[in-house]
């Protein structure tokens, strides 16, 4: 197999901000997507174990100071590409040979972030 050149797909991600927040007690999601939007947040993402603020990159660092300032902690909190689209991968076999790639880019100190479109289905 071949790898493409860098960037060769970078029209399938949108660069964006993404800050997750944890789905704890005493965490209002009415509240948090109030805040993130007030803040700036292009986008609130209730996922199964939290919450997802999308932000555009300039406004990233506003909106995740104003949640900061009102008491939020994150999982993580970071300018990323996402992807636009995605592919589930079902089958054991397609899931570790990607995390082994995955892995093994990740491992070359030339490479300095992997995005990628896959996510495992169960």
């Known amino acids: 197999g071949n790898l ?3 960037g060769c797909v970078s029209f399938m991600f949108d660069r964006k901000g993404q800050i997750l927040v944890a789905a704890e007690d005493g965490v209002s999601e009415e509240e948090l997507m109030d ?3 007030e803040a700036g947040a292009e986008d609130f993402i209730v996922e199964e174990d939290g919450f997802e ?3 555009e990159p300039n406004d990233f660092a506003a909106v995740r100071d104003a949640l ?4 939020y902690e994150f999982i993580s909190a970071d300018v990323k590409m996402i992807p636009q689209t995605t592919t589930e991968l079902t089958e054991d076999g397609q899931c570790n040979a ?3 790639l995955i892995n093994m880019l990740e491992d070359d100190d ?4 992997v995005y990628h479109n896959w ?3 169960e």
């Open 4 to 6: 493409g050149t860098s």
């Open 35 to 37: 805040a993130a939007l």
């Open 53 to 55: 603020v999308i932000t």
């Open 68 to 71: 900061k300032e009102a008491g």
């Open 98 to 100: 990607m995390e082994k």
């Open 110 to 113: 030339d490479v300095q972030d």
């Open 119 to 121: 996510e495992i289905t």
